[in-house]
């Protein structure tokens, strides 16, 4: 079942001779449970497509579908919804807030909802990110493979649709990467969560469903690997 579909997609910033095009035309659909990596060197247009995708950057031209709701002809207030609802945000800096605890820093978007957090769902997260015991931690008391950990707490609390994650290993060690990427694979397998992931690595790309490379903005090779 389709999950996302995006049309026709154009992304350019400046004018005239400064114009840039990020994103040229691009069109691609992707099922609800599939796992997607997104390759291409930098500056092809990798991170702004995630960010488009996620609702964070407005489209040039074109469309993006979620759920067959057209994203961008939400109000901001309806967009900014969807971001907390829909979309779970995982990146390489992983921007936690400073001054908030593991527990506080997972549970935010929940908060910022306005709903109750389930507790259920917080002690299973915890557990399956081998957070358990540092719940009060704040970020500068963890290693950075565990920050990585609470950014991927944050961004599962909500259930959402779609899990975006944009270079989620880079500033990792081969290890941590490898389990960073199981916890990831988990959420896609468990949750049955759609998995976008924009990556560097070969070895993870190889690791996903199928593989979208893209090059000066444009869709340059669309590849199955299992289905």
Do not use: W
Request: proline share 3%; net charge negative; hydrophobic share 35%.
């Amino acid at each position: 079942m389709e999950i996302l579909r995006v049309e026709n997609l154009c992304k350019t910033y400046g004018k005239g001779e400064n114009e840039v095009k990020a994103l040229d035309n691009v069109s691609f659909s992707i099922n609800k449970g599939d796992f997607i990596a997104i390759i291409g060197p930098s500056g092809s247009g990798k991170s702004t497509l995630l960010h488009i995708l996620g609702g964070v950057d407005k489209p040039t031209s074109g469309k993006v579908y979620m759920d067959n709701c057209d994203v961008y002809k939400q109000s901001d207030e309806q967009l900014a919804i969807f971001r907390r609802r829909q979309v779970g945000l995982i990146y390489q800096f992983y921007n936690l807030i400073p001054v908030l605890n593991v527990t506080e820093n997972i549970t935010l978007p929940v908060l910022m909802d306005g709903h109750k957090v389930n507790d259920d769902h917080l002690k299973e997260l915890l557990n399956t990110l081998k957070l358990v015991g540092r719940e009060n931690h704040l970020p500068n008391q963890l290693s950075g493979g565990q920050q990585q950990r609470v950014s991927i707490g944050r961004a599962l609390m909500n259930t959402p649709a779609v899990v975006l994650a944009d270079e989620p290993t880079g500033n990792l060690d081969s290890k941590n990467s490898q389990e960073i990427m199981e916890l990831l694979k988990i959420s896609n397998q468990k949750y049955n969560q759609t998995l976008i992931i924009i990556t560097h690595d070969e070895n993870i790309a190889l690791q996903a469903d199928r593989i979208l490379a893209i090059e000066d903005g444009k869709i340059i090779r669309d590849e199955v690997i299992r289905k």
